[in-house]
């Protein structure tokens, strides 16, 4: 008995082990908890313990660092919890915000604390010497060269142009709005003296763009000009943390871009100009002197930029200050080898940006006098007349000529009357502007007058190609852009014989009565247009047709058990790929057919 129970008390120790550890491949035990996804990951209020802040500061930093959450296959704390990698956490608390953060924490309670004392003194002293940090060196911690920054700038503009347009209230400050509009309009000066618009479409969104610069292409929305209401579904201080990153991310690129094209940064705002309605062209663009490189600007220029843009924050005002410097002490480290690259790849990016070499574009509208009326959107418009090389004049008083000036060509209007029209100049919509920029081509202005239904505006980012179907209004302005029409020709065939083969496809898969019915329906519609005499020779083609349709059924039925055999010994991968890739076929032919009715119903009804 005495022999059983010990037996008994090692068993129980034995099955006790084998649950709070596991022998690995090596034969070493590993005990719970020190393996797989309970270390790999960590929930967010551990890391909150972990770093010690808040949960907005903790947002704040994971934004401003690119750290985002996971999605672990097995959740060992469970399914309601927001994981994070633990090495990401470990990368967070090595960095120099985090005591920022706890010093603007702490700076706040003294405020709070004197407040309540009513030490009014120490609250302004307190103001006065508040914390500041600037995220010069995460940008470049985040994007080491300035094609890296340029590739990811769509959300930087989208989130700028959306800013800019809001109105001031509790969620929005007037700062943040005020560094918008500054930052959306050097970037439409610099897209406008460089000439690197290429697209423009306007929706019911807003206005998309798309500009080049140094090889890559810049997409992004500018909403319209309306009276706006604050959504209270949408966070707000969210969306300001990837407005601070943005800002500081485009003050560096539009730094070096506007030293690529010999301009300084920032450019000069003429008061007065801005004052009159100029829009984007009140910001003077002053040539870099010569002897003198981007990074090192003069101190007086650098006090006149900061005395303009004076209303914005502290914080963001200076953190304008260090880009050139920054950006001048990462030259200094670099090698001569790197340097020289570094120059010729600037000389690349002018020849990219279409500063040295004109293109077509560039020229549809040179030294041509174009007056824009108040009613247009104005900084879209000069931005694409500036991008064609016109001479742009405005309702104001700083305009360089007048609306009666004999030698203007063309006006751009919105409205459907106007009191009084010179019969020596065009009157056109801004829809002619956009169209006539993305076919590169000066289109005849009759379509797109006043009070005239404008023709379709097609959108510039589809790929007819992928759609598998072709406006009329696009070989339209294919041919008023005198391209390859023999290749358009080539490309409606290719999509018609495809809308054909679908078609046929389609039949073939019926049965034969189905077959019949469609071929006796067309008989009817012969005999009703043309008469009976062409009916009865259309009667005799059909039968060719029948015979033609039941061969084709018959060889498209051989080629249907066959690619089915050869789907059936595909592997179970390659066979969910391709039925994803049918799938997609499939659709990409019905969208077409779909198009195709609705234009046929369009034509219909327009006639």
């Known amino acids: ?191 406008s003296k460089s000439q690197a618009l290429r697209k423009v479409f306007f929706s019911v969104k807003g206005v998309y763009c798309e500009a080049e610069a140094s090889g890559e292409k810049l997409v992004w929305l500018a909403p319209l000009k309306f009276s706006r209401t604050t959504p209270t579904d949408v966070d707000f201080r969210v969306l300001g943390s ?114 040295v070499s004109k293109n077509k574009r560039q020229e549809l509208l040179k030294n041509v006098k174009v007056f824009v009326s108040r009613e247009v959107p104005q900084d879209i418009v000069m931005m694409m007349l500036q991008s064609m090389g016109a001479v742009v004049g405005w309702q104001g008083e700083m305009s360089p000529f007048k609306e009666t000036d004999e030698e203007i060509a063309i006006q751009i209007v919105d409205r459907d009357f106007q009191r009084h029209r010179y019969i020596n100049r065009e009157y056109v919509q801004p829809q002619w502007l956009a169209d006539t920029l993305n076919w590169a081509t000066k289109l005849p202005t009759s379509e797109y007058e006043p009070g005239v239904v404008a023709p379709d505006h097609l959108s510039p980012f589809v790929n007819n190609d992928a759609e598998g179907y072709l406006p009329e209004r696009a070989k339209e302005l294919a041919q008023l852009a005198g391209q390859d029409e023999e290749g358009e020709g080539e490309e409606a065939s290719d999509m018609e014989s495809d809308a054909d083969d679908s078609g046929d496809e389609e039949a073939i898969g019926g049965d034969e009565i189905g077959q019949k019915q469609e071929l006796s ?48 010994m595909m592997p179970n991968k390659l066979r969910k790929v391709y039925d994803k890739l049918s799938a997609e076929e499939e659709g990409k032919k019905a969208r077409s057919s779909a198009l195709r009715s609705k234009a046929k119903a369009l034509k219909k009804a327009r006639s």
Not at 117 to 134: C, G, Q, S, V, W
Not at 158 to 185: G, W, Y
Not at 522 to 546: I, M, P, W, Y
Request: proline content about 3%; aromatic content about 6%; some cysteine.
């Open 1 to 191: 008995l005495h022999f059983a129970s010990h037996v008994g008390r090692v068993l129980c120790v034995e099955n006790t082990a084998t649950h709070q550890s596991k022998v690995n491949m090596g034969g070493k035990m590993q005990k719970k908890g020190k393996t797989g996804n309970v270390v790999k990951y960590i929930t967010r209020n551990k890391a909150l313990k972990k770093l010690q802040v808040s949960l907005q500061d903790f947002r704040r930093l994971c934004i401003l660092k690119g750290v985002f959450p996971r999605d672990p296959k097995k959740k060992v704390h469970g399914t309601n919890k927001t994981y994070y990698l633990t090495k990401d956490i470990i990368f967070l608390s090595h960095e120099p915000l985090l005591q920022k953060f706890r010093d603007i924490r702490t700076h706040e309670k003294k405020i709070i604390r004197a407040r309540g004392r009513r030490d009014f003194a120490k609250i302004r002293r307190l103001e006065k010497h508040a914390p500041m940090y600037t995220l010069d060196k995460v940008v470049l911690e985040r994007y080491p060269t300035f094609q890296d920054a340029l590739r990811d700038l769509n959300d930087a503009l989208c989130m700028v142009h959306l800013f800019a347009d809001q109105p001031a209230n509790d969620k929005i400050s007037t700062a943040q709005i005020e560094q918008s509009q500054e930052l959306v309009r050097r970037w439409q000066l610099w897209v």
């Open 242 to 355: 990837f407005l601070e990153l943005y800002t500081t991310q485009l003050h560096f690129v539009l730094f070096r871009l506007f030293a690529a094209i010999g301009l300084q940064y920032p450019p000069k705002i003429n008061v007065e100009a801005d004052g009159s309605g100029a829009g984007i062209l009140a910001a003077e663009a002053v040539p870099i002197a010569a002897g003198t490189s981007a990074a090192h600007a003069s101190d007086d220029d650098k006090q006149d930029a900061s005395a303009s843009n004076a209303k914005g924050s502290g914080e963001i005002s200076g953190r304008r200050d260090t880009v050139a410097s920054v950006i001048q002490k990462s030259s200094e480290d670099m090698p001569e080898d790197d340097e020289q690259g570094g120059e010729s790849d600037d000389e690349d990016d002018g020849d990219d940006q279409g500063i």
């Open 521 to 568: 329906a067309f008989e009817a519609e012969l005999r009703k247009e043309v008469g009976d005499e062409q009916a009865a020779e259309g009667a005799s083609t059909n039968a060719s047709v029948v015979g033609g349709l039941k061969k084709r059924s018959k060889t498209a039925s051989k080629k249907d058990s066959q690619a089915e055999r050869q789907r059936m």
